[in-house]
């Protein structure tokens, strides 16, 4: 019997391109990935399904936001027509293979590429004609089949597993957050095997929707789950495309690939600012609050309840070491909503007091930057709908509940976040409601500048939500942002929230593609920069979310992605232990690690206490002094500033450690090194895994930072790299003597619990070993 001779177009190859796609004949999905000749360890199943959720009934969900019900998943899929089409240019093929899923059909346009990601995938989903049905979603799954005892491990840069986690160490799904995503990372997912060796990466990367992606380990290897948003209602004859996912395959180790990533992100167009201001690369920024707080056992905080208060503070807040205060929405009204940008008093304080505040500053060298919120303006009905279905959701009987620090590695769901988030909405509804119109001005004047449900509702979390996407209130915001320079003379501005409104607009005008409103904040902020560039280079761009994407137009981004660390740290958890980090070592490896996966020049703000870290625990747990003790967050502040780059502190957090934020402060701005310096976590090797140690470089300087995060005494050895040793065995940090080392590259230190210790190094002689996966 003579055997099937397979399709031609089953088997996707091309001379510009090491790597090659095979499919299946009768599905038209990918089934594997190879190297050339397909020899032993060059072949790699890997499949790929697709979920289209259609149809189904929309409502408000707990805590605001969309849900839907009764939607249709359409599951499995067969081949569409016979072959595919390929298409040739320059430097890459594309072939194209259409598959159908209960009556809608979706093209796969697979590109293999000259430059790598090797191999990326658009899809285009086409409804059935007349379709009643919107898309409410898009589900890509894929499964890689690696045997665990191959040696194969898993790496995902920016997010809460540890560097090479065994790739059967993951039982339960483990959020990834995407390239859009607040938590911040490159969304990117390694598998690696050394023996081979062998590498193959998963980047899911959308410009306009953020999605979701998990990972968990499963019987064939690790499977990836991608939910895209992409929804919407295309009319008759048109689709909906999303851009998509790379994938590349190499024989090569992660630690080989890993310094070739920032490489991969001209191929998707994002770049981070060439130009930034020198300041925004290490300043010293107070978060203050005007007005006071409201939470629950009618605890309120108030550091400065009128701006006055706040002038009046200035010298103590120079002293600590703070050179930029960067000042919230006042307190409890308008709180993190819109009332109006022009509203100056309002909004922040007094404006006369303000301007005299800024003036002050400006005068004592210190910069002034705003809070400014994007997400949507308060009003009484939308406190009202957010408040009546918080009373009558899921968490009602829940909101004394102890959520902890949801800021940890949330892999068992964001229950903590919304029961903190019900809590929060019915501790300032009280004074939201009685600061806000019925129905703000906007809502009537400009009814397009706001996301709806399909029955023409506006929607939104708790605000009356706007789409970012919308290019007439992006002119206005702009117009606002200029005019606020103008007035104020400010220095820049924190955004804050602009992709918290996760959920498609269906509005008349938008819904042909409800999901691009997720990330029109991506395009605002392409508008904006060159707007305030003009009116003085120096202003800060500042944003909330720490996915690259979101670094695009930034000069600085939040570091929202490196919260779980604390708690992973000082407080682990045994039955994370198979993934997450453990110690301070892990922490140094993790941070090395995001830190080379990040577009060149990108910016982090680390802070440990933030408004964000404060909001949401109950009273008694809301400092991270009251979570892990003084000594632990006197550690913690100085390591987060001195592995370099900006950092925030939000008023109050400096209680009881006054003296080390003055000292760590000031250390840092008299050293060059470790004000503007690069962060070397792979010079130093610790012999002890709760010390925490980084190395900082500046031309020809080196200083080794040595933090020990255990509550208990400690002897490490610090094995630094070949040619650096100790200019004097003295500790700047307390300016005292050090025991001299028998071997100048290696330091034996006494720690006592959570103490700091910084040497200064002599010039490096040589490029540092790197550390093994």
Known sequence: MVGRVKADWATFASPLCPVSALFDESTGMLTGLTLPDGGDGRALPVTIAADLEVGGVEGRGPTGGLVYTQTST???????????????????????????????HIQWHWTLRRDPPWLSLALVVEPPEASSQPLRNLTLTVDADVAPGDGWKVHSPGNPIRPGVPVDGLPRPVEVSPAGGLRGSPGLIVLTKERGPLTLALWPFSWTEIGGIEIRSTSRGLRTTIRTDLAGDPPDGLALAYAGLRLHLEEATWSELRPRVPQWYATVGLATPAVKPDWCRAANVYEVQVGYSVFAHGFRYSPYPEMTDLLADLDRIQDLGFDTLQIMPRQPYPSYNVHAYEDVTSTYGDEATLRALIERCHERGMRVILDVLLHGVVDRKSVRAAADMVRSGPYRDRLLEDTGDFFNSNLEGNEGEEISWSRHILDFEPYWREGSPEEHSLV??????????????????????????????????????????????????????????????????????????????????????????????????????????LRESMDLNYNYDEQWLISAVLRPREKDAAWTVRDAGEMALWLAERDATLPHGSLTAHHTDSHDTFWWPLPGRKWRREQFGVAAARALMSAFVLCGGTFMMFAGGEEGIEDDVRRTLGLRRSRAELRDGQADYEAVRVSVPDVFAVVRRWNDQATLVVVNLAAGAVRARCALARGSFPLAPADLFRGRALKPPVDPSVLEVDLAAYEVIVIALAPDAGPAPRRGA
């Open 74 to 104: 359409l599951r499995g899929s067969r081949l569409a027509g016979s072959g595919a089409k390929t298409v040739r240019d320059a430097d890459s093929v594309t072939r194209t293979i259409r598959t159908e899923h209960q009556g809608w």
């Open 444 to 549: 009537g004047e400009h009814p397009g500048w706001f996301c709806r449900d399909s029955a023409g509702n506006i929607t939104g979390i708790y605000t009356e939500a706007f789409d970012l996407a919308n290019p007439e209130w992006q002119a206005y915001f702009c117009e606002s942002m200029v005019m606020l320079v103008q007035r104020l003379g400010i220095d820049g501005f924190r955004f804050d929230a602009p992709t918290y409104n996760r959920f498609p607009n269906w509005s008349p005008e938008t819904r042909e593609r409800a999901s691009a409103s997720m990330l029109g904040c991506v395009s605002l902020f392409r508008r904006l920069r060159p707007l305030l560039k003009a009116l003085d280079p120096s202003l800060m761009m500042y944003t909330e979310p720490s996915g690259v994407i």
